[in-house]
């Protein structure tokens, strides 16, 4: 039998769950829900309904576990909790400051209506702090460093278009260069934030729009660009669509640590990530977690989840005499 995934909210995030559950034979699309009008929405899978999201308790027997592709900034703090009474679910929220917080409220609601949602899926968090926590439990001793760039975040980018007066934006993440190398020395040098990556916007406006309130809101934006050096340009439309019009990103985490009884042996630990599409590679982990959702839930594991708490066993398509013939 297969897993019946459903898709809330049909955007980039979307379109990339419907792509990843086409390369995953125990899955299936069992319907797309959307604010927008269903009728103006095509998706890409022949047979699959798509409702309005006022409609969607209608079709809870439907679906195993829904998939909520909202944005951080507004959508995923009402969504999720609000969902995860009467679903299992999966979410990508990325503020890293406010997830204590989510997690807090969507366990209240997944506990309430036993069901089981992980949160905070995708490469960061997700991937990214597996690979600190694999670290920090083999090199003790030592300094995290996490670097994203240079790519796109749909998190920032979708906050920016939230503002009053913008109309599309595109927000690529930096890395300094001197500040990776320095890392990879082993010199576990102290690091600001503002040190590590700068931030660049591309944003376009309505006509007359205020300039300068829309990149005062930008840059003195609270958890995504006031601790960073921020740059704003404003370009038309045709430029965006011209010249941003993809969606890359990765990074690297990188542990520097030291072993030996007199702390004398030096070793730097690296995982790194090139992604010529970040939501078509998010929408592959959000995948893998809802497999790990549903096997949950027929545990009755009830409670919200991050990856910490997910057996990497639970999100595979492979039996354990498979993960042992091939990936041990």
């Not at 354990?320 to 990936?327: K, V």
Request: glycine residues 8%; proline residues 4%; charged residues 25%.
């Amino acid at each position: 039998m297969s897993i019946r995934i459903g898709i809330l909210g049909y955007g980039n995030l979307g379109r990339g769950v419907e792509c990843a559950i086409k390369q995953n034979s125990d899955m299936e699309l069992s319907c797309v829900f959307t604010r927008r009008d269903p009728s103006l929405v095509t998706i890409l899978t022949d047979g699959v309904n798509i409702y309005n999201t006022n409609d969607i308790l209608k079709h809870k027997e439907e679906i195993d576990v829904l998939i909520i592709c909202g944005g951080s900034a507004t959508d995923l703090p009402a969504m999720t909790p609000k969902y995860a009474k009467d679903f299992n679910v999966i979410d990508s929220f990325d503020t890293h400051a406010n997830i204590p917080q989510h997690f807090a409220n969507v366990d209240a609601a997944a506990s309430e209506g036993k069901h089981v949602a992980i949160i905070s899926v995708g490469w960061d968090p997700g991937m990214f702090s597996l690979n600190r926590a694999y670290a920090n439990a083999i090199l003790p001793d030592g300094k995290d460093y996490t670097f994203w760039g240079k790519g796109v975040s749909q998190g920032h980018s979708d906050a920016i278009r939230r503002i009053d007066g913008v109309l599309d934006a595109r927000q690529y993440t930096i890395p300094v260069e001197a500040a990776v190398e320095a890392v990879r020395s082993g010199s576990n040098p102290e690091l600001s934030t503002r040190e590590k990556h700068t931030r660049e916007c591309f944003v376009v406006v309505e006509e007359g729009a205020d300039k300068a309130r829309i990149e005062k809101e930008i840059v003195t934006m609270p958890n995504y660009f006031s601790d960073y050096d921020t740059t704003v340009h404003f370009i038309s439309q045709e430029e965006l669509d011209r010249d941003h019009k993809g969606i890359p990103h990765g990074g690297m985490v990188i542990r520097s640590g030291v072993s030996g009884w007199s702390k004398e042996t030096k070793h730097v630990i690296e995982y790194k990530l090139t992604l010529e599409s970040n939501p078509e590679f998010t929408s592959s982990v959000l995948i893998a977690y809802a497999r790990a959702a549903y096997r949950m839930s027929k545990e009755e594991n009830y409670g919200c989840k991050t990856v910490f708490d997910i057996a990497p066993a639970y999100l595979l398509n492979m039996t354990g005499d498979e993960m042992r013939a091939h990936l041990l």
